[in-house]
Structures are given as structure tokens and as C-alpha cells.
């Protein structure tokens, strides 16, 4: 099993940044494929972000492509999100999620791929 914190989520304005962080715990963090998702009042959870267990292979939604960027340090055992250009659409409660990665190089972009999950982290973008 592997534990999840995520961190730096906040009130920032439209056009602004933040680096949401996600924190990994209890198993060797480089058999996971992760994941950002995040989820709006009254709307699905989705995938916004994946990588794989090697960090080559990414994915994004397109409604967020050219202004988020994920990336993993297998290291420090944590994958990050740096979210730019931010939008109010982008107000979301945004999660840290895990599962195992069958091939380095396998990224997952649906929400029921993965097994584990963080508390989440609150973006709220004001416009």
C-alpha cells in the first residue's frame, strides 16, 4: 500500500500559479503510475494529469494542456503539479492518486484506473 499527502493548494488569481505537491509513503514509490484529478462541486472526477512509473510517459486533459505540468521524483517520493495561467473553471478540490504500473513506461487517464488516493487539496481561482 502507499500513503498519499497532498500539498500547496490556495486562493490565487486568474493568470496565477501554484505547485501542488504530493507526498508518497510505504511502498517503493517508483512501482506506481500517478495521477492528478481533480473535482468540482456537483461535477465528475477527472483526470487531469499522469505519469508514468519512469517519468517518460505523460498525459493531460486537453482543457489543461500548456499550463499544467506533472512531473515525479522517484528520489523524494513525490509527484508534483505546477499549475499556471490558472482559470476560475480550474477551482477544483485536486487529488494525488496511485496505482501499480504494470509497464515503466504505462500511464493511466481514468479516474477508476487507480487504487489509491490522497485527502486532496483545495484550488480556488478567483476571477
Known amino acids: 500500500q502507499v500513503h498519499l499527502v497532498e500539498a500547496g493548494g490556495g486562493l490565487v488569481q486568474t493568470g496565477g500559479s501554484l505547485r501542488l505537491s504530493c507526498a508518497a509513503s510505504g511502498s517503493p514509490f517508483n512501482n506506481y503510475a500517478m495521477g492528478w484529478l481533480r473535482q468540482a462541486p456537483g461535477k465528475q472526477r477527472d483526470v487531469v494529469a499522469a505519469i508514468s512509473r519512469s517519468g517518460d510517459s505523460l498525459y493531460y486533459a486537453d482543457s489543461v494542456k500548456d499550463r499544467f505540468t506533472i512531473s515525479r521524483d522517484n528520489a523524494r517520493n513525490a509527484v508534483y503539479l505546477q499549475v499556471n495561467s490558472l482559470k476560475p473553471e480550474d477551482t477544483a478540490t485536486y487529488y494525488c492518486?496511485?496505482?501499480?504500473?504494470?509497464?515503466?513506461?504505462?500511464?493511466?487517464?481514468?479516474?477508476?484506473?487507480?487504487?489509491?488516493w490522497g485527502q486532496g487539496t483545495q484550488v480556488t481561482v478567483s476571477s
Open positions: 492518486a496511485a496505482r501499480t504500473g504494470y509497464y515503466s513506461y504505462s500511464y493511466y487517464n481514468e479516474p477508476g484506473d487507480y487504487n489509491y
